[in-house]
């Protein structure tokens, strides 16, 4: 046979032992160490410059938007919250009361059964 693989001599050219010199795949040229370190930056100037077209700075904006808004109005209901409790601290104090008098007499009745 022509082939130019080992011969195994029982049953002749064998191409699983085929042994190639070297692979090619973990040789580290220095361009391609070069372009590896390149890679990173240049893939965060891509998104920058992605981000910066108009179109999509609208669309963010317009998310950024939306949560700052809910953000606000969250700020804003508790604000408002806090100033209700404080000028209305008896009735604060008497459903404060009225919730202790309902877990306790919960309690009582898991107890009992």
């Given amino acids: 046979m022509w082939h130019t ?6 049953h002749g050219p064998n191409p699983c032992s085929y042994q190639p ?3 090619v ?3 580290k040229s220095p361009t391609r160490t070069t372009v590896m370190r390149l890679v990173p930056p240049l893939t965060v100037w891509a998104i ?3 981000l910066e077209m ?3 700075k609208g669309k963010v904006m317009e998310i950024d938007g939306r949560a700052n808004k809910q953000k606000y109005d969250l700020g804003r209901s508790l604000k408002r919250g ?8 008896p009735w604060l104090a008497a459903g404060a009361a009225a919730i202790v008098a ?3 007499l919960l309690a009582m009745s898991a107890r009992e059964s």
Avoid: Y
């Fill in 5 to 10: 693989l080992p011969r195994n001599p029982i």
């Fill in 102 to 104: 309902g877990v306790g």
């Fill in 25 to 27: 795949m973990n040789v």
């Fill in 21 to 23: 010199q070297e692979d």
């Fill in 82 to 89: 806090l100033s209700n409790a404080k000028s209305n601290i």
């Fill in 48 to 50: 920058g410059r992605i």
């Fill in 54 to 56: 108009p179109s999509v």
